[in-house]
């Protein structure tokens, strides 16, 4: 069997990919919200909640959409169910659009202690994050990332990663509860998005640069590694 660097995991995100991705996140999370809700707050009393929890539909959708009919349950589509259930039920308990946008927040820090209870296993979060996007959930594939992700040096540096998504998961929270603490409804649907998307922009960043320079095997250990595969280099 082929062996696999866990380091080439990080090189699996095209900038084709990556610019698709943004795009279709900006759409989906962040214009179509805003615009459903600046369409429906006309046609409902001033302080209903209804508009807002219109503006939450297109998340939801694609979310369903994702798991119906791509089938494709994975972490990414776990942290969008948490923040779906953490979303409505803030809306649910809020008796203002400010109270539950406000509640919004704590969608990271429940995601943050979901990372930081990893640490006390044997694959911090983003080991299996860092797998799904280099193997594709293929079972050959992810055998042999296994093998070589939960060497001791490789997970160190993926418990440390780990560590830092939680401290940034906090950071994202307390932007987003001072966004929804000082603006009006409608312009939090566009500023929390792209809170969002600079947040995770510097967090993914930073994974990536410190993944490279921690896993990324030197020359000799490469050839060394292929060797001991039986893959001629």
């Known amino acids: 069997m082929q062996s696999v660097s866990p380091a080439k995991g990080w090189h699996a995100l095209s900038s084709q990919v990556a610019v698709k991705a943004l795009f279709k996140s900006v759409i989906i999370n962040m214009l179509a919200p805003a615009l459903i809700y600046s369409l429906a707050v006309r046609h409902f ?3 209903s909640l209804a508009p807002l929890a219109l503006s939450g539909a297109p998340p939801i959708v694609w979310l369903a959409y994702g798991i119906i009919k791509l089938r494709a349950i994975d972490f990414l589509g776990l942290f969008a169910a948490e923040n779906v259930v953490v979303r409505m039920t803030a809306l649910a308990l809020a008796h203002s ?6 509640g919004r927040s704590m969608e990271n820090v429940f995601l943050a202690a979901l990372f930081l209870a990893s640490l006390a296993t044997t694959k911090p979060l983003v080991l299996p994050m860092a797998r799904q996007l280099h193997t594709g ?3 050959a594939k992810r055998d042999a990332f ?6 001791p040096a490789a997970l160190k540096t993926y418990q440390t990663l780990t560590l830092g998504w939680t401290f940034a998961l906090l950071i994202k929270a307390a932007g987003a509860y001072v966004l929804a603490a000082n603006f009006a409804t409608k312009d939090y649907l566009l500023l929390s998005p ?3 998307i600079i947040s995770d922009s510097v967090l993914v960043t930073w994974s990536m640069l410190y993944g490279r320079s921690r896993l990324l095997p030197r020359p000799a250990e490469d050839v060394a590694l292929t060797r001991h595969s039986g893959v001629a280099p």
């Open 194 to 196: 792209l809170w969002d």
């Open 45 to 47: 009393a001033a302080m």
């Open 137 to 139: 959930n293929d079972p």
């Open 97 to 102: 659009e400010q109270g539950a946008l406000m």
């Open 146 to 151: 296994d093998a070589a992700a939960t060497r």
